[in-house]
T-cell receptor, first 113, second 114 residues
Framework: GNSVTQMEGPVTLSEEAFLTINCTYTATGYPSLFWYVQYPGEGLQLLLKATKADDKGSNKGFEATYRKETTSFHLEKGSVQVSDSAVYFCALENTNTGNQFYFGTGTSLTVIP | NAGVTQTPKFRILKIGQSMTLQCTQDMNHNYMYWYRQDPGMGLKLIYYSVGAGITDKGEVPNGYNVSRSTTEDFPLRLELAAPSQTSVYFC?????????????FGQGTRLTVV
C-alpha cells in the first residue's frame, strides 16, 4: 500500500538555524512526492515537488531530493526565518489510485527570533 | 481565478444535526476530493470523484455522503453529526492523472460537533 511517515514535532529553532524534517514513504509503482505547508488558519499550499527518482524540488530556500534507494524525501533549509513557522506535510501522489494523496501527520515548526 | 472555494469556513453543529459542506472549483478539473484533518494528523481521504456522476469511497467514508452532478461542484453531506466528525475538512481538485502536483486545495472548513 501507500503511506508516508514523517518526523514528529513540534520543532523549535532559532532564526538562521538549519532545518531538516525527515520523511520516508512506501508506495506501489512510481509516486510523485510533495511537501505542503500550512500557515496558521490557512489551507494547504504546495511548497515543492519531485516527480521521479533523483529529482530535487526547491522553493523559497527549501529543498528536498527524491531518493528511491532510501524511499525518502527529507525537507531541508539552510537558514530558517520567523516567517517559516508553519506546519509542514510530506505527501505522495499515486496516479495508480486516481491521483489520491497520502499525507504524513505533519510537523509543526516554530522559529524564534 | 478563484481556484477551489469552500463554504462555510466555520460551523458548529449539535449532535444529530445535518449539514452540507459546499465545494466548487473553476478550473474545469475532472477530479475532486474531500479530506478531513484531525488534530495532529495528516489528511485522510473521505470521498473522491473522477467526473460528474461518478463518486467513490476513500479511506474514511463512514458518516458522509457526496454527489457530483456537475464538474464544478462536489458537496459533502453529514446526515447525523457526531462528535467524532469534529475536524477540518479540505476539498481539492485536479486534472486527471496529473503526476506532478496540479492538485489545488481549498481553504478548509472547520467543523465542531457538540
Amino acid at each position: 500500500g501507500n503511506s508516508v511517515t514523517q518526523m514528529e514535532g513540534p520543532v523549535t529553532l532559532s532564526e538562521e538555524a538549519f532545518l531538516t524534517i525527515n520523511c520516508t514513504y512506501t508506495a506501489t509503482g512510481y509516486p510523485s512526492l510533495f511537501w505542503y505547508v500550512q500557515y496558521p488558519g490557512e489551507g494547504l499550499q504546495l511548497l515543492l515537488k519531485a516527480t521521479k527518482a533523483d529529482d530535487k524540488g526547491s522553493n523559497k530556500g527549501f529543498e528536498a531530493t527524491y531518493r528511491k534507494e532510501t524511499t525518502s524525501f527529507h525537507l531541508e533549509k539552510g537558514s530558517v526565518q520567523v516567517s517559516d513557522s508553519a506546519v509542514y506535510f510530506c505527501a505522495l501522489e499515486n496516479t495508480n489510485t486516481g491521483n489520491q494523496f497520502y499525507f504524513g501527520t505533519g510537523t509543526s515548526l516554530t522559529v524564534i527570533p | 481565478n478563484a481556484g477551489v472555494t469552500q463554504t462555510p469556513k466555520f460551523r458548529i453543529l449539535k449532535i444529530g444535526q445535518s449539514m452540507t459542506l459546499q465545494c466548487t472549483q473553476d478550473m474545469n478539473h475532472n477530479y475532486m476530493y474531500w479530506y478531513r484533518q484531525d488534530p495532529g494528523m495528516g489528511l485522510k481521504l473521505i470521498y473522491y470523484s473522477v467526473g460528474a456522476g461518478i463518486t467513490d469511497k476513500g479511506e474514511v467514508p463512514n458518516g458522509y455522503n457526496v454527489s457530483r452532478s456537475t464538474t464544478e461542484d462536489f458537496p459533502l453531506r453529514l446526515e447525523l453529526a457526531a462528535p467524532s466528525q469534529t475536524s477540518v475538512y479540505f476539498c481539492a481538485s485536479s486534472p486527471p492523472r496529473t503526476g506532478g502536483g496540479r492538485t489545488f486545495f481549498g481553504q478548509g472548513t472547520r467543523l465542531t460537533v457538540v
